[in-house]
């Protein structure tokens, strides 16, 4: 029968059988024996025994009865709610105070408890931090144990919980003579007392007369100590006292960093106490306590006596909460010295190195948001593996080349040198590959946010530019990132690993070099035609360095785009395009620009002036001496006109 079960919670299950009717093989009577032995908590590898801690269920077993028939259905449902309900037929077997009907092996333990407790839904579970701290410190250390701050909402509960935990007011009080917080701080604005975590006002209250009012300076509240039980007072908020954390269900933690064979439990419970200090269960073998001889918190487990684990403290009062370094020994990974996280932070957030909790949107994105500023560090995109080597590109897949993807964008035409056979060109050069060698952290949506800062560590495609005439261009790098594009999913989480980054293959995300350069190359014009001719004009960009049976250039979608101004002062660029380089030794893609001449420039500015001041000059060769002053008047109109059209032109 399998059973669903819920951790620390107590569940009620009734199993009823029918004996059943053997049909023999022979005539003869069968005889079915008596006796034997009824095991409990532990798989039986043979009738004589056999027991392996290894093979035990760790759990708590209240009022056990086994009846010799089965009761009614009635009976069996006010069991369950805990209302004693009265039967004639007697259990044969049955648990009792000295447990005479049962042999005890191994880690066993017999205690008495309520037997309503067995049927209570606790709607919180209180944890008690006895360790002195400001309102402040109190507050985050129970957010990162994803806790809130108690505040008994009657006279009933006040009175239990303080009931329950006054056994730490020495630990806890402070001058005050209080000795745990309360979740509620005053507003003085309003005079009102408002709860930390929703700003709501109190439903009920304890505060005694004389310290209820809100205050300036002392605007916490905390409950009175073992002198003063019961009741609540004005507290300054910088004043220590415990925090008292208030859980919906049992507080439980992640454990991460350890190696994928470590036989310690990868999940934690807060439950208990040991050493006045709350105690961290698994839920198979690992207790992680408190060890008041070697003032440490101690990892021990209960399946293998010889795995020891001891966390090396840096603040006497500090929890095995958040990133810590322990030493371990008898476990199966390598190293014995190793950082590990304990978290009780959601699949959806990052834990800080102090245990408190954010969105993992918030993990390097150039904003501190841990407390200890943590979620900025190590913040290297790429992970580069042992053994990675830049000199060699990505490895193919099976025979076909890794592709290279090249976009050229043209953003100005900055010099036509038609004397000196010269084009300087503007552009934006965009190269895009994949390498599975490589995985990388925490790639946002947003392009800018995924630079890769160790560029120099890694494989980059290197271009060798040159002209139609196969003469190496002059370069100038203007500036240059190499930036990583989200496409794929992260890959599953793996616990081995200390921090919850997401992991992104390098197979399934591209990675983009983003270069700005100025070109200046040769351009073969032909004049022949001029002013009335069109010019073509190419730079080709090839890959070196790496053989194209590995590795080859292709274009990025039309591979070239113009996104600058087309018409220039003499010539305008009327098409464009990319075509692959014709050479077997490398690959490459050649981009084309198509120049035509603007003829009506030199038309308007040249031909047209030039034919008025021949005409005029020709003129002049007809008019009379006696009207010399008149005629020139009117040349100098026509000039004065020219000028005008030239200035306009």
């Known amino acids: 029968m399998s059973l669903s079960v819920e951790m620390y919670k107590w569940h009620h299950v009734c199993y009823a059988y029918r004996e059943a009717t053997v049909k023999a093989e022979s005539p003869e009577q069968l005889n079915i024996a008596g006796g034997g032995r009824f095991v409990m908590s532990q798989d039986l590898d043979t009738i004589e025994g056999g027991f392996n801690v290894l093979q035990s269920v760790h759990n708590d077993v209240a009022q056990l009865l086994l009846y010799p028939e089965v009761l009614p259905p009635a009976y069996l449902k006010a069991y369950v709610k805990c209302e004693e309900p009265e039967t004639n037929v007697k259990p044969f077997l049955y648990f009792d105070e000295s447990m005479t009907m049962f042999t005890l092996r191994g880690f066993v333990r017999v205690s008495e408890a309520p037997l309503k407790s067995l049927c209570q839904e606790d709607a919180s579970r209180l944890v008690m931090l006895p360790e002195k701290m400001n309102f402040d410190s109190a507050y985050a250390a129970c957010s990162g144990m994803k806790g809130l701050m108690a505040i008994p909402t009657n006279e009933e509960e006040n009175t239990q919980i303080f009931d329950?935990?006054?056994?730490?007011?020495?630990?806890?009080?402070?001058?005050?003579?209080?000795?745990?917080?309360?979740?509620?701080?005053?507003?003085?604005?309003?005079?009102?007392?408002?709860?930390?975590?929703?700003?709501?006002?109190?439903?009920?209250?304890?505060?005694?007369?004389?310290?209820?009012?809100?205050?300036?300076?002392?605007?916490?509240?905390?409950?009175?100590?073992?002198?003063?039980?019961?009741?609540w007072y004005r507290t300054p908020c910088q004043y220590l006292s415990c925090p008292l954390c208030n859980f919906t269900a049992t507080p439980s933690f992640r454990v991460r960093g350890l190696c994928k064979d470590s036989i310690i439990d990868r999940n934690l419970f807060l439950r208990d106490y040991k050493n006045n200090k709350p105690q961290f269960h698994g839920p198979h073998f690992t207790d992680v306590s408190w060890d008041s001889d070697n003032a440490t918190w101690k990892l021990t487990s209960r399946g293998h006596e010889n795995l020891t684990g001891y966390m090396v403290m840096k603040v006497p009062t500090e929890y095995p909460v958040g990133v810590h370094s322990w030493i371990i020994t008898g476990d199966k990974c390598v190293t014995s010295e190793l950082e590990v996280l304990i978290t009780a932070c959601g699949d959806?957030?990052?834990?800080?190195?102090?245990?408190?909790?954010?969105?993992?949107?918030?993990?390097?994105?150039?904003?501190?948001?841990?407390?200890?500023?943590?979620?900025?560090?190590?913040?290297?995109?790429?992970?580069?593996?042992?053994?990675?080597s830049l000199e060699m590109p990505p490895p193919k897949d099976q025979n076909t080349p890794v592709p290279v993807r090249i976009l050229v964008e043209i953003t100005s035409v900055r010099k036509i040198d038609v004397l000196g056979f010269k084009l300087v060109l503007d552009i934006i050069l965009k190269l895009f590959w994949r390498d599975g060698?490589?995985?990388?952290?925490?790639?946002?949506?947003?392009?800018?946010?995924?630079?890769?800062?160790?560029?120099?560590?890694?494989?980059?495609?290197?271009?060798?530019?040159?002209?139609?005439?196969?003469?190496?261009?002059?370069?100038?790098?203007?500036?240059?990132?190499?930036?990583?594009?989200?496409?794929?999913?992260?890959?599953?989480?793996?616990?081995?690993?200390?921090?919850?980054?997401?992991?992104?293959?390098?197979?399934?995300?591209?990675?983009?070099?983003?270069?700005?350069?100025?070109?200046?190359?040769?351009?073969?014009?032909?004049?022949?035609?001029?002013?009335?001719?069109?010019?073509?004009?190419?730079?080709?960009?090839?890959?070196?360095?790496?053989?194209?049976?590995?590795?080859?250039?292709?274009?990025?979608?039309?591979?070239?785009?113009?996104?600058?101004?087309?018409?220039?002062?003499?010539?305008?660029?009327?098409?464009?395009?990319?075509?692959?380089?014709?050479?077997?030794?490398?690959?490459?893609?050649?981009?084309?620009?198509?120049l035509k001449n603007l003829s009506g420039y030199y038309i308007s500015s040249t031909y047209v002036p030039t034919l008025l001041l021949v005409a005029i000059c020709y003129l002049t060769l007809y008019f009379d001496i006696a009207d010399f002053t008149v005629f020139i008047d009117g040349y100098y109109c026509w000039l004065l006109l020219l000028l005008l059209l030239l200035l306009l032109l």
């Open 348 to 388: 959806e957030e990052y834990t800080c190195n102090d245990g408190a909790c954010i969105s993992k949107t918030q993990r390097c994105d150039l904003a501190t948001n841990c407390p200890d500023r943590s979620d900025e560090l190590n913040c290297h995109l790429a992970q580069i593996p042992i053994g990675y």
């Open 437 to 594: 060698r490589l995985s990388m952290k925490n790639l946002r949506k947003d392009l800018n946010y995924n630079k890769v800062q160790d560029l120099k560590k890694l494989w980059i495609p290197l271009l060798q530019v040159e002209d139609g005439a196969r003469s190496l261009a002059d370069l100038l790098l203007r500036t240059e990132s190499l930036l990583v594009q989200r496409e794929g999913s992260p890959t599953a989480d793996d616990d081995s690993r200390l921090y919850e980054d997401d992991v992104y293959l390098g197979s399934e995300n591209t990675m983009m070099l983003y270069q700005v350069y100025t070109v200046d190359f040769t351009c073969q014009f032909q004049l022949q035609l001029y002013p009335f001719d069109s010019q073509v004009c190419s730079v080709a960009f090839s890959l070196i360095g790496v053989s194209p049976s590995f590795v080859i250039l292709d274009k990025e979608e039309d591979g070239v785009m113009f996104t600058g101004m087309k018409t220039l002062l003499e010539y305008e660029v009327t098409s464009f395009a990319m075509t692959p380089v014709d050479d077997p030794l490398k690959s490459g893609q050649r981009v084309s620009l198509e």
């Open 164 to 231: 329950e935990f006054v056994k730490f007011n020495d630990l806890c009080v402070n001058a005050y003579s209080t000795f745990y917080w309360l979740g509620f701080m005053g507003d003085l604005n309003t005079d009102e007392w408002l709860t930390v975590n929703t700003n709501q006002h109190l439903t009920w209250d304890k505060l005694t007369t004389g310290y209820d009012k809100v205050k300036a300076g002392q605007l916490c509240a905390s409950v009175g100590g073992a002198d003063f039980p019961y009741g």
